[in-house]
Structures are given as structure tokens and as C-alpha cells.
């Protein structure tokens, strides 16, 4: 019988399964925060390196949505990231109806998109790209999720605008986000604020003149990173 690689599941699980090392596996595993209690837990990891991953998932970019949504709810983490690497590919290529149904499968398997490099290779891309030209209450809804990886998607998609030039929903969100307990959110709402202020400095700091004492450390050192020596002390020590 003859495979077609670009069609078949089985193979792509075969060929990432072979790239397996358990001592880099294990090395993933503390480093997103997989124990018990943690951000991650219960990831579990085959430990295959990022590029390898990728050279693997090229030839699979013709995986029907549905396997692709197979993908997404597997606790393999290469497995989730390889499904996401296929979306966001055939994302950039697919005409309006197959942009339409990824963001579509995006949006209904948010809760898959369970950590901080999932979130952060796919939300910008899908989520985000989608939604350029269109309402974005969606956002809004998932910054206000109980879920933490909601939350993050919703800010880190909007890196998307940033790069058009669009800040608004940024700071709008970010604003939402200043009271968060948690640190993945901190930093993903610094890096979005520090993103807006290297393209206009000036919006970034009318933010923070107004938000930066409420702002968790994290977050506005994350935020300032890129300000002259002088400026971020003086939101330091004021801080």
C-alpha cells in the first residue's frame, strides 16, 4: 500500500515519534512548566526539536481540518504545535473561505492552544490576521476568560494590528489585563506595549503614564525595555 504523506496522520506521528529523545524531552518538560500544580501540566513532550518538527510537518500541509483538529486535541505537545505550524501555513496561502474555516477551527480549539509557544506561533497569524478587517469582540470576550491561554491569545493576537499600524485594541486589552495574576500574561502584555512603542513611542508612554503604577513589575519592565537608560529608571523608581 502506498502513503500519501501529504493526506496521512499516521505517518506524521510515525516520523516525529522517530525524531524522539527522551533526555531533550525531559529538558521541555520542566522548562514549560509540565508538573503538577504548573502552567503545563500534564504536557507531555516527545522531545523533537523545533526545526526538525518543521522539516517533518512540510510535507504534511495537505491534512484534512479534521485531522488537524485530531491533532489539536492530542496531549502530545509536538503534536499540537505541528497542527498549528500546518494552520498557519495554509492560513497565509488559503482564499477567504479557507481562512475563514481555520479561524473558524482556531477559535473552537482555544483551549487546546495550551501554552505560551502555542499561542505564540499561531495567535498573531490566525487569529489575529483574520480579524484585520473585521469586528474584534472576540478578543475582548478571551481577555476576560477564566482561562489563562484565552487570555494570552487575546493580547498576543493583536500583534497583528501592531504590525498594521493599529494600536487601539492593544491598549484597550491591555488595559484589561493590568489586574492579572498571572506572570505569562504580564509579560505577553509588556511585550505587546514595548511592540506599539517601537513603532510610536509616544502612545506607548501616554499608557503608561496613566496605567505603569497599577502594572505588575513584570510587566512594565517588559514594557520599557527598549527606553534609554535614564527613562526606565525613572518608571522604576517611581514604580
Do not use: C
Not at 513584570?218 to 526606565?232: G, H, P, S
Amino acid at each position: 500500500m502506498k502513503f500519501n504523506l501529504k493526506t496521512n496522520l499516521t505517518q506524521l506521528k510515525k516520523e516525529l515519534k522517530e525524531l524522539s529523545n527522551p533526555k531533550q524531552a525531559e529538558i521541555l518538560q520542566r522548562f514549560f512548566k509540565t508538573g503538577k500544580g504548573e502552567y503545563g501540566e500534564g504536557d507531555i513532550f516527545l522531545g523533537v526539536k523545533v526545526p526538525e518538527q518543521r522539516k517533518v510537518v512540510g510535507k504534511f500541509e495537505d491534512l484534512s481540518l479534521e485531522n488537524l483538529e485530531k491533532l489539536l486535541n492530542s496531549k502530545v505537545h509536538e503534536y499540537r504545535m505541528s497542527a498549528l505550524f500546518v494552520l498557519v501555513k495554509r492560513y497565509e496561502k488559503g482564499d477567504e473561505r479557507e481562512k475563514n474555516k481555520i479561524f473558524k477551527l482556531y477559535l473552537k480549539n482555544t483551549k487546546n492552544i495550551n501554552n505560551w509557544d502555542l499561542v505564540d506561533i499561531s495567535a498573531p497569524k490566525i487569529m489575529g490576521e483574520y480579524l484585520l478587517n473585521k469586528p474584534r469582540n472576540v478578543l475582548y470576550k478571551l481577555a476576560k476568560s477564566d482561562n489563562l491561554w484565552e487570555r494570552r491569545i487575546a493580547i498576543i493576537s493583536t500583534f497583528a494590528f501592531i504590525r498594521n499600524n493599529e494600536f487601539d485594541d492593544t491598549l484597550k486589552i491591555a488595559k484589561i489585563l493590568l489586574n492579572d495574576k498571572h506572570d505569562l500574561i504580564h509579560k505577553a502584555v509588556g511585550w505587546m506595549l514595548r511592540e506599539v512603542g517601537k513603532r510610536d513611542q509616544k502612545t506607548e508612554e501616554e499608557f503608561l503614564k496613566k496605567h505603569y503604577s497599577k502594572m505588575p513589575r513584570v510587566m512594565l519592565r517588559y514594557a520599557i525595555e527598549r527606553f534609554e537608560e535614564k527613562k526606565r529608571k525613572f518608571y522604576l523608581s517611581k514604580k
